[in-house]
C-alpha cells in the first residue's frame, strides 16, 4: 500500500513538473545569423523571411549579420533558401563563343588571360576551373 501511494505520488510530481515546464515554441525572440554584409541579397532575403516568419512564430525574428570569412562565421546553415549561379562572361569581339572554344582559345595564347571576379565565391570557382582544365589565368 505504501508502495502504491509512493509510485502514486511520484507520478502526480512528474506530472506536475511536465505540465509546468512545457511552454510553447519558441518562448523568447529568434535570432536569425546572416554570413554576410548588410545590404547584398542575403541580407535582403533573410529579413523579408524574418518578417514573414513573425506571425506564425508569435515572437520578433532578429536578423544579425556576421560577415568574415566567407559566410561561415554565421555558422551552420539549415536552409537553403536561394541558388546564384555564375556565369563566364566575356567582350563580344573575343572569338570564342563557346567554353570549349574559350579554353581552347587561352590554351594558345602565349601570355596568361586575365580575369574578374565579383567576389570570393566566384573568384575561388575560377581559380578552380582554371585548374581543373589547364588554364594560365592571372
Keep these: 500500500m505504501m508502495r502504491m501511494r509512493l509510485a502514486g505520488a ?36 533573410a529579413r523579408l523571411l524574418a518578417e514573414g516568419m513573425q506571425p506564425s512564430l508569435g515572437q520578433p525574428v532578429v536578423v544579425e549579420t556576421l560577415s568574415g570569412a566567407s559566410g561561415t562565421l554565421a555558422l551552420q546553415p539549415i536552409s537553403l533558401l536561394a541558388a546564384s549561379p555564375l556565369w563566364i ?13 574559350l579554353i581552347a582559345w587561352i590554351k594558345t595564347r602565349s601570355e596568361p588571360t586575365t580575369f574578374g571576379t565579383v567576389g570570393s ?18
Design 10 to 45: 511520484l507520478i502526480a510530481l512528474l506530472a506536475a513538473v511536465a505540465a509546468s515546464s512545457a511552454e510553447t515554441y519558441p518562448s523568447r525572440p529568434v535570432t536569425m545569423m546572416v554570413g554576410f554584409p548588410p545590404g547584398g541579397p542575403t541580407n535582403t532575403l
Design 89 to 101: 562572361v566575356g567582350k563580344a569581339a573575343l572569338p570564342p563563343t563557346t567554353v570549349t572554344e
Design 121 to 138: 565565391a566566384s573568384h575561388l570557382c575560377a581559380l578552380y576551373f582554371a585548374q581543373k582544365v589547364g588554364l594560365p589565368l592571372q
